[in-house]
């Protein structure tokens, strides 16, 4: 029960960063950045990367959330690398309750928890086609009840498959706004809370891409390239490197 509710939540995914000595030191931080510093930070993002996007592979609302649940403690690598024979035999929840959670759990066997991931994969199938006619519901409500599916996953669908202004905070995300600092905030739900109230209007939509591909290509967790960092002049992080 333990295991299937760290997925749910998608917490486990965040563990290790609500761990790292940048949270201890939340109260100690520098403070956030105003809003013309933030404003600023989406506008130098948004010029590099004017049309980001997701870097799991997916075809449609279903293979996305399938994809999304599957990336827990996992790689968006590894996860196309196992979806694209699965999404080619199964694509539609239909299809993924004829094939089995067996063979779900065959294709998916090089993905970390994937006993459980395949699972939720059979159970969340089974929902939609039994709820909702065999498509991906809109409302995080909705969303949020499905097996495997947290705060986190339903942030990502209603965004990337249905253009839903609202940013979901995985590690990169956690460690870029706490360092800048974006916000500055203990836990995953808090941070983005406080990104979807400062984050300016017309950044909104994409403002998940941006951060999470800034976290995960410049502002690493080891070692972040702050030497060549775009909003370098920017962030108050006290650690930059050289």
């Not at 403690?73 to 199964?90: E, G, I, K």
Request: glycine fraction near 4%.
């Amino acid at each position: 029960m333990a295991a299937r509710k760290s997925i749910r939540t998608g917490k486990s995914s965040v563990a290790a960063e609500l761990a790292h000595p940048l949270v201890a030191r939340v109260e100690t931080a520098p403070q956030p950045v105003g809003p013309e510093a933030v404003a600023e930070v989406f506008a130098r993002l948004s010029a590099l990367n004017p049309e980001p996007r997701a870097e799991l592979a997916y075809r449609d609302p279903y293979t996305l959330l399938v994809a999304v649940v599957l990336s827990a403690q996992a790689t968006d690598r590894s996860v196309n690398l196992a979806t694209a024979p699965l999404f080619a035999v199964a694509d539609t929840p239909e299809k993924m309750l004829a094939l089995g959670e067996e063979r779900v759990r065959d294709f998916i066997r090089t993905i970390g928890l994937f006993n459980t991931k395949a699972k939720n994969v059979i159970a969340l199938s089974e929902i939609l086609v039994e709820r909702h006619g065999g498509t991906v519901p809109r409302s995080r409500e909705a969303l949020e009840i499905l097996p495997g599916v947290g705060t986190k996953t339903a942030s990502v669908v209603l965004n990337v498959a249905f253009g839903v202004e609202t940013i979901a905070v995985d590690t990169h995300i956690f460690r870029v706004s706490n360092r800048i600092p974006l916000v500055v905030a203990p836990t995953t739900d808090k941070v983005q809370a406080g990104l979807e109230a400062i984050v300016p209007a017309p950044y909104r939509l994409n403002a998940h891409h941006w951060l999470i591909l800034f976290g995960r290509y410049t502002c690493k967790a080891r070692r972040p390239e702050c030497p060549r960092c775009p909003i370098n002049d920017l962030c108050r992080y006290p650690s930059k490197t050289v």
